[in-house]
């Protein structure tokens, strides 16, 4: 059952409205020093949102789970979230993971529960699986889903 495909779209349309609210300010406050804002917090899930479907599209074709990481704090940096305008990157992180969440939906069962031996989930998972341990792709989209919940809640603590 993938009810993760429900929770990413609940999540995003709810967490949208309510972060639509904070003001620009707001969204530019870092909380410490070498910590990221609202926005670069949205900035990188924008990130991972790109990365993360590219992943999900390819292992459709490929046997493994291995594909390339990023550096997530330069990525974050060179596009200068900071000084984006608010509305403008939670109008694309909406629509970029209600696209994610309909990839999800149209995943085949026989691709999506998959065993791959081969992965690389040790190192890009936000919950690693051990090189040793043959994982999903069900697994990996879950993950992304849990991903994205724990920096919504960071922001939620600013």
């Known amino acids: 059952m993938m009810d993760y495909a429900d929770d990413l779209k609940a999540t995003v349309v709810n967490a949208s409205a309510s972060l639509a609210r904070l003001s620009e300010e707001a969204a530019a406050r870092r909380p410490a ?15 991972s949102a790109a990365n993360n479907h590219q992943r999900f599209v390819r292992a459709q074709f490929q046997d493994d789970l291995v594909f390339p990481g990023y550096a997530q704090d330069a990525w974050v940096a060179a596009q200068r979230y900071q000084h ?69 809640r960071q922001i939620g603590r600013l």
């Not at 070498?34 to 949205?42: A, D, L, M």
């Not at 608010?86 to 999800?104: G, K």
């Open 33 to 47: 020093v070498g910590k990221w804002s609202p926005k670069e917090i949205i900035g990188h899930l924008i990130d």
């Open 84 to 152: 984006a305008p608010w509305q403008d990157l939670l109008t694309l992180w909406r629509a970029y993971n209600l696209h994610i969440a309909h990839l999800i939906e149209a995943m085949p069962d026989e691709v999506r529960l998959r065993d791959r031996p081969r992965h690389n989930l040790h190192e890009l998972a936000w919950q690693a699986v051990p090189a040793d341990t043959p994982t999903t792709l069900d697994y990996f989209m879950r993950d992304y889903v849990l991903h994205l919940h724990h920096h919504l």
